[in-house]
């Protein structure tokens, strides 16, 4: 499974901005998409995921603020940032999880794309 993460740049605080990430490659589910994050000096953490039936969940730093959607029949993930403060700088991973045709899991990994938020 391959992940294109694209929509990173650089934006003013109170600004927004929409990530979106394409999935490819054979797989039989695709259970999990969603998106994590690491700032210089920290360690990744989540900022949102949704599972192929809808269900969200949010990283106590987005809430709010952030929504995350996908397109099943796509193999596509978006998360809509809104408010963006200089705290949300960091490099966005796109990440999948699910299972192969040969009916193992995957945990997938896109190659991440850079979110500055300064004026």
């Known amino acids: 499974v391959q992940l294109q993460a694209s929509g990173g740049g650089l934006v003013q605080p109170g600004g927004s901005l929409r990530l979106s990430c394409a999935a490819s490659?054979?797989?039989?589910?695709?259970?999990?998409m969603g998106w994590y994050r690491q700032a210089p000096g920290k360690q990744r953490e989540l900022v949102a995921v949704?599972?192929?039936?809808?269900?969200?969940r949010y990283g106590d730093d987005v809430k709010g603020r952030f929504t995350i959607s996908r397109d099943n029949a796509k193999s596509t993930v978006d998360l809509l940032m809104n408010s963006l403060t200089a705290e949300d700088t960091a490099v966005y991973y796109c990440?999948?999880?699910?299972?192969?045709?040969?009916?193992?899991?995957?945990?997938?990994w896109g190659q991440g794309t850079l979110v500055t938020v300064s004026s």
């Open positions: 990440n999948a999880k699910g299972r192969r045709l040969s009916g193992r899991k995957y945990d997938a």
């Open positions: 490659g054979g797989f039989f589910s695709m259970n999990e």
């Open positions: 949704i599972t192929s039936g809808g269900m969200s």
